[in-house]
């Protein structure tokens, strides 16, 4: 019943930026964390970074310091700027949401979107 749109990928130069959107829908009541994955060809899904409810975040190594997630809860959108891109940073990016539907839920859930392209060249 969780819906993950992603938007605002495309082809950059190296060096250059990028802001990747993802805008949950449906039944909830408090995204507990939304983040970001990629997956290259032939390479297995890696988490790139990752936001919670109370904004703790989390980024993998090869992204700190270049990489920025932030959260809308308003919207429930969760937003990563991408600086200083490199053309090992191509892949396709998975928006992916941890969610308790309603209020009182004895469980959640994980959801994720249908992936975004991301190309850098050099």
């Known amino acids: 019943q969780v819906q993950l749109v992603e938007s605002g990928g495309g082809l950059v130069q190296a060096g250059g930026s990028l802001r990747l959107s993802c805008a949950a829908s449906?039944?909830?009541?408090?995204?507990?964390?939304m983040g970001w994955y990629r997956q290259a060809p032939g390479k297995q899904r890696e988490l790139v970074a990752a936001?919670?409810?109370?904004?703790?975040?989390n980024y993998a190594d090869s992204m700190k310091g270049r990489f920025t997630i932030s959260r809308d809860d308003a919207k429930n959108t969760v937003y990563l700027q991408m600086n200083s891109l490199k053309p090992e940073d191509t892949a396709v990016y998975y928006c992916?949401?941890?969610?308790?539907?309603?209020?009182?839920?004895?469980?959640?859930?994980?959801?994720w979107g249908q992936g975004t392209q991301v190309t850098v060249s050099s």
């Open positions: 992916n949401a941890d969610i308790t539907p309603y209020r009182g839920s004895s469980y959640r859930y994980r959801d």
């Open positions: 449906g039944t909830i009541f408090v995204i507990n964390v």
């Open positions: 936001i919670t409810s109370g904004g703790s975040t």
